[in-house]
């Protein structure tokens, strides 16, 4: 069985970083006088920074991510630089947690968290349905479909 995350999980990723952004632009208009030079080269920087982590940065990471579960193990895919593969051996498998942030929940979507030993996996963007039939599949094993 092999998946991606629903397509809102990038518009929830896009969300936080909206909202992570204006923090420090708040701070940043408190600290320097608009319209000199430092406050311009700031906001320009500012600007382009955050504009690229939301228009390429989350997009090419949303479309890499991906998971197939196989017989004894899970691969993930995932990596924006540096593309990678990890492959998480099902009999080493200890928890499995399904959780949501606001957004998440607001979108009917969840995050499957595993861990195993000295190791710790992350699927966000499945469907609550998805993310718990996953969990108990990898804790069984995954000898289901």
Known sequence: MSS????AQLFIWQG???LAALVPSLTVS???TPGTLLWKLATVLWVILWGLR???WLPVR???????LE???LLVTDGV???TARIFPLAALQTAAVSADPLQRLCGLRTLR???AGSQLTLPGLTASEAVRLAEVLLEGGDRP
């Open 4 to 7: 991606r995350p629903r397509l």
């Open 16 to 18: 936080w970083t909206l």
């Open 30 to 32: 408190l600290l320097w």
């Open 54 to 56: 939301l228009a390429v």
């Open 62 to 68: 949303f479309f890499r991510l991906g998971y197939q």
């Open 71 to 73: 017989a004894d193990r």
């Open 81 to 83: 630089l540096f593309p």
């Open 114 to 116: 595993l861990t195993a």
